[in-house]
């Protein structure tokens, strides 16, 4: 061995080459830059001293530790402690800065080694895929009520003024194929009644109503995948909606489950035409301009047209954000035999007395929201509808008109709260050459308020009260109100 040892030191210094002490030392490390930090070393002590008196680096330690691993607890500590300035004396700063000298190769390392693990984490985000399917719930308890005196439908009958439990369970399943595409299937059971049979008018439904007669059904499946870095499709075999293709400027009032508690409040009526299996494509041209479009067929499992069997409705809208205070939506809508909005009085939906069986439609509507703060919003919409019935001889046309302004307060009281007002005019038959008596006379006005109090994550409480005068835009009908307390569970 020592006859090996020498034979290297031969080779590597020459005879004729003149090394000093100095530069052997040089070239030989210290052994000290290779050894791990012991708990009785002066190292040691002297980080384990600073964590304790200035609280930085994380939990205390009491194991060996790499060099390494040294250098990252104390490079954690010095960030930390930079902060407090002044308040470091003169002894911790002569400490420091021997750490530093001692440890100068390791700290130099640091910034390399974080980029490397960013890299990694960046890549495994990127690649990672993820088959599990995730279980979202939610259920809905709502005692609800009616006051008023007659019916608005010309019964005679009085609304029943009692007082009726309502309730509604949804379950979400989601899962993802690509880590960037998404599947939902959503089953529902709900056993909410439509507030038309008791108040004789569309006007005082609930934005979270259904009849599903105490059965578990297949409410929604959609399928929604990136085309491209701007632009996404949604699929949907069951349970689309025109609204569900394009974005909304005032997702305060639309969430059935934390939103109006009216139909009327939720949305612009021109974008509850029509449902069943459809697709949409969104185009977001930059952060401040987005293009969407959408169609739904009620029937499109019928092998006389399928697809493009009537029912049937298509919607393209323009959304702009010009700043972060300011959003506007302009909205075009096309139906045909589906344009009955499940607000509004019975002409709107009904305009030509049931002698029609080929009703085209097409709608213009614009919405705009403005945040006099961040949580302060103020916003307003109008929407206009063009029906004619194709199949009469003179294919007469009814133009109807509604409008609403709102206003939504978040976070107010706690984090999550919500309180809204709505104003509004229901959809109205302004003018049809069918014939006068199929033209709405006068004007109903809804005027609505709701306090959404979010008890903690999974637990949200929203008492809500509106009003609707003149019901069915006649005069003759007297005033009617509805209230409710919705109490929604997620999970």
Known sequence: MAIALFLWLSNSFPASASVSKDDLMFQIPSVSEFSDVHPHDWEFTALKSLVKQYECGGDRFYRMLTRSEFAVKFHA?????????????????????RLRSDFAAELSALPRQIKQVETRVDSLENQQFSPR??????????????????????????????????NGASFNFKTSFTGKDS??????????????????????????????????????????????????????????????????????????????????GKENPIRRQGSGAGIGISYKFSDAVNLSIGYVAAKPNKPEGGLFSTPNAAIAQLTLN???SIALSLTYTNSHNSFRTGTGSELTNNPFNDTSE??????????????????????????YLQAIAEDLSDRPQANIFTWSAFLALEDEGKKGNLFGLIFGQPPKVVNNNFGADFQ????????????????????????????????????????????????????
Not at 80 to 87: I, K, R, S, T, V
Not at 243 to 248: F, L, N
Not at 366 to 382: D, N, Q, W
Request: charged share 20%; hydrophobic share 35%; with cysteine.
């Open 133 to 166: 399917v995730e279980l979202e719930g939610e259920v809905i308890f709502a005692p609800i009520a009616t006051s008023g005196g007659k019916k608005a439908d010309g019964s005679g009958e009085s609304i029943d003024k009692s007082v009726f439990l309502g």
């Open 358 to 383: 080929a009703i085209a439609a097409t709608g213009y509507g614009a919405e705009a929201t403005v945040s006099l703060t961040p949580k302060f919003h103020i916003g307003g919409r109008i929407g």
């Open 183 to 264: 599947l939902k299937i959503s089953l529902e059971s709900t056993q909410i009644p439509e507030l038309e049979e008791l108040t004789g008018t569309r006007m005082s439904n609930l934005g979270f109503d259904g009849d599903d007669e105490g059965q578990l059904v297949l409410d929604e499946v959609e399928y929604q995948f990136p085309l491209s870095e701007r632009t996404r499709v949604t699929i949907n075999s069951e349970g689309g909606g025109l609204g569900d293709y394009v974005p909304t400027v005032s997702p305060w009032l639309s969430g059935s489950e934390d939103g109006s508690i009216s139909t009327f």
């Open 440 to 491: 709405d006379r006068d004007t109903s006005l809804h005027l609505e308020a709701f306090y959404r109090w979010q008890i903690n994550r999974n637990v949200g409480i929203t008492p809500g009260i509106f009003l609707i005068t003149n019901p069915e835009h006649n005069r003759n009908n007297d005033s009617i109100f509805v209230g409710s307390v919705r109490t929604t569970f997620t999970f």
């Open 322 to 324: 010009p700043s972060k």
């Open 77 to 97: 500590c010095w960030q930390e402690m930079q902060h407090l300035g002044a308040g470091i004396d003169g002894d911790t700063l002569t400490t420091i800065q």
